[in-house]
């Protein structure tokens, strides 16, 4: 009797140099790719130093998709100014035009996070970014585009993210098997670009070191941000930024009226009805 060997997805690695076309085409195809070396290792060595002390300060988690041996923190770009430099990747934002245009007049920073999952860690639950939302979105718009940055080396062993290529054209109670789940293993400083559809999920940390990414998230600009921008980035700390990413956070309008805000105050004093630029003028 012949045992019909079941062959593992494999997840497609890019250099730095690689088009944007060539690159949408993997995603297109895939739903996560990863491109490598795309940080220095001086950009590395700044970003675990920006981060260190948030994260030291930082409780672990204490439930199954948390985690209870991993750290997280937020507000990456009040607090990092190299995050900053990430959240404005040309290479990135350049794919966030081509993935997501097509169901937006703008896309927006969606969400923000710097995790360090600790020795002993168990794997996270398998899920799609997109259900947060719930199930009101036709699966035929894709909600986001999302990113992790490797600062530190991921490995299979130390909890690469768990990932499944093509999952993003599933049904949506279908579950993968074993042989269908990919660890995205990755050098410091290289990156993984995935869909809100894919199926993904941390690994488990089987070594005695931290593994440390940086996630930076985009979506339509007509959805709710995950991480009130607002509120982690207000605008006297906004008004340090460059335009772009200020637009990006979503201190702009999204279309002719999305996000226009009146001054409070005095009658008189201020502005009304007004996109959130004139706050810097």
Known sequence: MTTMTKTRPKLTYLPATAST????????????????DVLSADQIATIREELAPYLTAADEGNNEFSGFQTRRMGALLARSPTCRELALDPTVNAMCEQFLGPHCDNYQLHFTQAISIGPGE??????????????????????????????TEFTEENGATQLVPGSQTWDAQREPEPHEIVPAKMKPGSVLLYSGTVIHGGGANQTQQNRLGVLIHYALGWLRQEENQYLSCPPEIAKELKPELRDLIGYSQGGPILGFYSTPGEPGTGHELADPRMLFQ
Request: charged share 25%; net charge negative; glycine share 6%.
């Open 21 to 36: 076309e060539v690159i949408h085409d993997v995603l297109q195809r895939d739903a996560a790719v990863i491109i490598e």
């Open 122 to 151: 168990s794997a996270q639950p398998l899920h799609r970014d997109r259900g947060l939302w719930g199930g009101y979105i036709p699966r035929r718009i894709e909600t986001q585009l999302s990113t992790i940055w490797a600062i």
